[in-house]
């Protein structure tokens, strides 16, 4: 069914961003043709968030969250397009949080008048949303005030990382230095390029009768014909994050994964000679993500198929990716051989740390 032709609003701090908030947009958007998002700034005075979380970062990980393969398109949530507003109080006038309800209702009435923008409906999990909605004249629809849903908010989130981990997604997560419980071990084989990698992570899949998740780069790197910009490298490790997390719905014991966040910086200081903080963050929880990391040795020959680049720089990378793991203190074994020397290394190395039935 086609929504109808109207705009949606949605207001929040976002501090963090969390699963409750998702189901929020993600609701909002299947009623609308369009939605507003206006994400308010910090209070002051209450920790170090305040300044490592300002309104513009928790915007922009919206924005990541919301993107597509292809950033040129725009943030949409299905096909409903998506407008993030960040608002802070030296730049746009703020009503500190501790201001009345109609301090901060006649401040958005406002700013949106004089953005010429018109809204229609407001959507909230809270239970100021029929005043605030009654104030701008539109319509208002509740999500899950109850928290029935998503038992989460971000006070429990700022309060408690760790513990609610499992409402966070895996990006928003590693900002706060945590990293989501997983449903299965998850063991990450690293590499240079034509390493081996993605050919032992389908043998042990197999050998092991359960599934793995192929390098997400090297996916968006062919469907862009190589021409990848500085910011699809944080997209790159988003997407390698979620759909590892919905191969682990189907693994048995458990899943084997080709290349991480790690590897994906370290790529983005490669070709850009810069990386993303957000992907720094996702790059230095790798050692909590990942149950076991094995490193490919390039020694098996060297397959040019039209996307890599000169077989010299082989060893050049796998001297990086050593380098990266030992700055990050991740643990790693190294496998060379065959590859069913290297799936017989793999399975004695699992067995032995009890990951793998012997």
């Known amino acids: ?83 993030i507003f960040a608002f802070t109080a030296e730049a746009d006038g703020v009503p500190p949080d501790t201001a009345d309800d109609y301090t901060h209702r006649e401040f958005v009435r406002q700013w949106l008048a004089r953005q010429g923008l018109a809204v229609d409906v407001v959507f909230t999990s809270e239970d100021y949303g029929p005043g605030f909605a009654e104030h701008l004249g539109v319509a208002h629809v509740s999500v899950d005030a109850a928290r029935a849903q998503v038992p989460v908010s971000g006070t429990l989130v700022r309060n408690n990382p760790a513990a609610y981990a499992r409402y966070l997604h895996p990006l928003v997560a590693a900002q706060l230095g945590v990293v989501p419980p997983a449903e299965v071990p998850r063991v990450v084989f690293l590499g240079a390029e034509s390493s081996g990698k993605s050919t032992l992570c389908a043998a042990l899949a197999e050998a092991c009768g359960t599934v793995w998740v192929p390098e997400y780069g090297r996916t968006l790197h062919e469907q862009k014909n190589g021409n990848l910009d500085y910011e699809d490298l944080l997209y790159i490790a988003r997407r390698h994050a ?33 990386c993303d903080p957000a992907l720094q963050a996702m790059a230095a929880v790798c050692g909590q993500r990942y149950a076991y990391t094995f490193v490919c040795a390039p020694t098996v020959p060297f397959e040019q198929d039209g996307w890599r680049g000169p077989e010299a720089l082989r060893s050049f990378q796998h001297g990086m990716i050593l380098m990266q793991l030992d700055y990050f ?4 074994t190294l496998v060379e051989g065959t590859v069913a020397e290297r799936v017989a290394q793999v399975r004695a190395a699992l067995q032995g740390r009890g990951e793998l039935p012997a």
């Open 329 to 332: 203190g991740i643990p790693y």
């Open 1 to 83: 069914m086609t929504p109808p032709l109207r705009t949606g609003l949605v207001v929040g701090k976002f501090w963090p961003p969390h699963r409750g908030h998702q189901l929020l947009l993600e609701t909002a958007a299947a009623q609308v043709a369009e939605l507003l998002v206006l994400v308010y700034a910090n209070p002051t005075g209450h920790g170090p968030d305040s300044e490592t979380m300002p309104a513009p970062v928790r915007a922009q990980w919206l924005r990541e969250l919301n993107r597509g393969d292809n950033l040129t398109d725009g943030l949409h949530i299905g096909s409903t397009p998506l407008r």
């Open 242 to 274: 979620e759909l590892e997390d919905e191969a682990a719905t189907q693994a048995h014991g458990v899943l084997f994964c080709d290349t991480n966040a790690a590897i994906t910086a370290l790529y983005s200081y490669y070709y850009f000679h810069r």
